[in-house]
């Protein structure tokens, strides 16, 4: 399978999931979804396999850490502002304070999350295991 081809079904297999989430969801079906999203990667995985063309290469892997990093730097910068107004206005309305809390707890968690995985990786790569 070429490269084309993969791309091809990869954005046949996302339009079918768009379609059918979007119509259980509506129908109050929350499990379909679930289903065609697992049943969708695994498609993807296994025409992915059939390639035999070259998909990505080391500066495409670089560039998705550069990415990954600043997205969350990002992310992490804008919750954090959240939070800091919400805190603010909490005298406003006390649900504030609640979405204020939970916006540090994700925050924390986020980046306890990305620590983690970070030192995993970094410990497998030390032994010379596969990454991914």
């Not at 297999?13 to 979804?33: D, F, H, Q």
Request: hydrophobic share 55%; glycine share 6%; aromatic share 10%.
């Amino acid at each position: 399978m070429t490269t084309k081809q993969f791309q091809g079904i990869r954005v046949a297999i996302a339009m079918m999931l768009a379609v059918s989430v979007s119509i259980a969801v509506s129908l109050g079906n929350y499990l379909a979804p679930i289903i065609a999203i697992i049943a969708g990667m695994i498609i993807i995985h296994l025409a992915k396999r059939q390639v035999k063309d070259v998909l990505a290469d080391e500066r495409d892997y670089k560039l998705a850490g550069t990415s990954a990093r600043w997205s969350l730097g990002i992310f992490i910068t804008i919750m954090l502002i959240g939070f800091f107004i919400l805190s603010a206005l909490k005298d406003k309305n006390p649900e504030f304070a609640n979405i204020a809390t939970l916006l540090a707890y994700l925050t924390c968690g986020l980046m306890l999350l990305n620590s983690l995985v970070f030192y995993w990786l970094k410990y497998r790569e030390s032994r010379g295991q596969k990454i991914l």
